[in-house]
């Protein structure tokens, strides 16, 4: 998943760089190209890396849902 995710991260980056390559140099032809990198940065690497960040985890650890009423913690002397 970790070289997936870098070899998505390359793809995005080389479309955009691309992108702005042919924009310097032709009339516009490279927009097409920085949007499609955008694309696939926001729609497929980000829910990506976010799910392999996440898996496996507690997210009840990371909820705010006690944060008015705290429980009260135990003191062991």
């Known amino acids: 998943m970790k070289t ?3 070899l ?3 793809f995005a980056m080389g479309l ?3 992108g702005y390559y ?4 032709a009339t516009g032809a490279g927009e097409k190209f920085i949007g499609i990198g955008v ?3 926001a729609f ?3 829910p990506l890396f976010i799910y392999h960040r996440y898996k496996n985890k507690d997210l009840r ?3 705010l849902k006690d944060f008015a009423n705290p429980p009260d ?4 002397d």
Not at 22 to 25: K, M, T, V, Y
Not at 73 to 76: A, G, R
């Open 4 to 6: 997936g995710l870098r």
């Open 8 to 10: 998505i991260l390359f």
């Open 16 to 18: 955009i760089v691309y």
């Open 22 to 25: 042919l924009n310097s140099s």
């Open 39 to 41: 694309l696939v940065f």
């Open 44 to 46: 497929i690497l980000m």
């Open 61 to 63: 650890n990371y909820s």
């Open 73 to 76: 913690k135990k003191k062991e």
